[in-house]
């Protein structure tokens, strides 16, 4: 009995267990692991998972200038108003419209015979004088005359050289000269015409060195100084001409916030004119070894920028400190240097420590040779504005 009663216990045992291994199989998927969890073999090892492929630059060292956009315009060295000092009629002109004059060439001769005479008549009167004086010397000498009676002949004299002196300088004021070297322009009046001191004559431009004047933002206002250069171009060309910056207002206008700066540029052959209306470039920094990077490479969070690199294979975050921003690059200050691989795509997924594959741009890493860029910022006397994105990040 004891031995028919084991074998009993195994039979029911052996059925508990096929049974049990029947549910096993009835519950399909339920008791498989995990699919991924697992590479499907024994000891339940974890698949890898893929690494993200993005685009990349590698960052290196390059020239970057910044400049400021602005309008100007062009105005003479030296410029005036020909007029008179003072009423008459004009006997004679003596300058060829957009003609070249040397400073106290006479150009206009107003009518003076009545200051002539009156001078021929002092001169005679200094004349009688000075023959009195040189009598009363001799008398004084002598003993004969005293002091009185040679002071007033001295004085007589003197007054009579008065005399000559005024006249000469009234007859100065009927004659026009030019005040510097220059060239005269069109004509208003004619011989014989009666002017004015109000009166337009003609204008005298000197044009061997022009002057620019134009607005700045009065943020960048400690970075431009005496010597800074300028390039400008008019309309009608496309040529782009060289200056450099002479003075600035010593104020910042409070109606439009910009600082009034004037430049200075040869104009040898006198192909600028004044008046003409200019578009400025002004330098205000240069860097030989700026590190930039695609703009879209920057991320901008609540209190700092950041950008994604490369490192082993995985995306690491990185805090920077940006600078000016062109139209496609942004100037980093801190936080890269050379030879980091900043990714470019797949931001929106991007997170420290994913796995990444960066495929480097050929056409910006540092393979390529070191090209020149220039951040282009834009102001206006009128209103200061961005110029095409450019500007300053932050």
Do not use: H
Request: net charge positive.
């Amino acid at each position: 009995m004891t031995r028919a009663r084991r074998w009993g216990g195994w039979l029911a045992a052996g059925l508990v267990a096929g049974l049990g291994l029947g549910v096993w199989g009835w519950g399909g998927d339920r008791g498989r692991p995990p699919v991924g969890k697992s590479g499907g073999g024994a000891g339940g090892v974890a698949r890898p998972v893929a690494p993200l492929r993005v685009s990349a630059v590698v960052v290196a060292p390059e020239p970057f200038t910044e400049t400021v956009a602005s309008t100007g315009t062009l105005r003479a060295e030296e410029g005036v108003e020909l007029q008179a000092e003072t009423n008459g009629k004009i006997v004679r002109i003596a300058f060829t419209e957009g003609s070249r004059v040397r400073r106290g060439d006479l150009l206009v001769k107003l009518n003076d015979a009545d200051l002539q005479a009156t001078r021929a008549r002092a001169s005679s009167r200094r004349e009688l004088a000075k023959r009195r004086e040189a009598r009363m010397r001799e008398l004084y000498k002598d003993g004969i005359a005293n002091q009185d009676e040679f002071d007033a002949a001295l004085n007589d004299v003197a007054v009579q050289e008065a005399e000559i002196a005024l006249m000469e300088a009234q007859i100065a004021k009927t004659e026009i000269r030019a005040p510097f070297d220059g060239v005269v322009g069109l004509r208003f009046v004619s011989e014989g015409a009666f002017v004015s001191a109000s009166s337009r004559i003609a204008t005298l431009q000197r044009l061997d060195n022009l002057k620019v004047d134009f607005a700045i933002p009065e943020r960048y206002a400690g970075k431009v100084g005496q010597g800074s250069p300028v390039a400008f171009t008019v309309a009608g060309g496309d040529r782009k001409y060289q200056g450099e910056v002479q003075a600035s207002d010593p104020r910042i206008d409070p109606g439009t916030r910009t600082l009034l700066v004037r430049a200075i540029c040869p104009n040898p052959d006198g192909r600028l004119l004044p008046g003409t209306f200019a578009n400025v470039e002004i330098t205000l920094t240069r860097t030989e070894d700026a590190i930039l990077v695609p703009a879209v490479a920057v991320v901008s969070g609540v209190t700092d920028k950041n950008v994604f690199v490369s490192v082993d294979g995985k995306a690491e975050r990185r805090v920077v400190e940006t600078g000016t921003r062109t139209e496609s690059t942004v100037q980093v200050l801190s936080g890269l240097r050379a030879g980091d691989v900043v990714i470019t795509s797949g931001l929106q997924q991007m997170r420290a420590g994913l796995p990444v594959e960066p495929v480097v741009d050929a056409g910006v890493g540092r393979s390529m040779e070191p090209r020149r860029t220039t951040g282009t910022l834009s102001g206006s006397r009128r209103g200061v504005g961005l110029a095409g994105g450019g500007g300053v990040e932050g």
